[in-house]
């Protein structure tokens, strides 16, 4: 198990980047893939990028791909998501979750943090 603590959102214009992160506790966060996930008002929360325990896989959905980068630092158990370009639609609270990498279920999550972007 693993506590995570999101940060970096905010209220940013169209074209506007972010840069968010999360932090981990525990000594095996390198045996973690780490995923970040966005709830949006009216919607279901869902799926924006994740990462392999090792950092060499990447994956994102189809809306953010060429505009938002996730990358870890397993030396400082955390990982990051930087987003540049930043549509209206973008907004969102943003969690990131962590996914043990012999389970198929991501069972950690942070508290989430809101990032509201403005046309």
């Known amino acids: 198990q693993v506590q995570l603590v999101e940060s970096g959102g905010g209220l940013v214009q169209a074209g506007a980047s972010l840069r968010l992160s999360c932090a981990a506790s525990g000594r095996t966060f390198n045996s973690y893939t780490m995923g970040w996930f966005r709830h949006a008002p009216g919607k279901e929360r869902a799926f924006v990028a994740s990462i392999t325990a090792s950092g060499g896989t990447t994956y994102y959905i189809d809306s953010v791909k060429g505009r938002f980068t996730i990358s870890r630092d397993n030396a400082k158990n955390t990982v990051y998501l930087q987003m540049n370009s930043l549509k209206p639609e973008d907004t969102a609270v943003y969690y990131c979750?962590?996914?043990?990498?012999?389970?198929?279920?991501?069972?950690?999550w942070g508290q989430g943090t809101q990032v509201t972007v403005s046309s």
């Open positions: 979750a962590a996914r043990y990498y012999l389970s198929s279920q991501y069972k950690d």
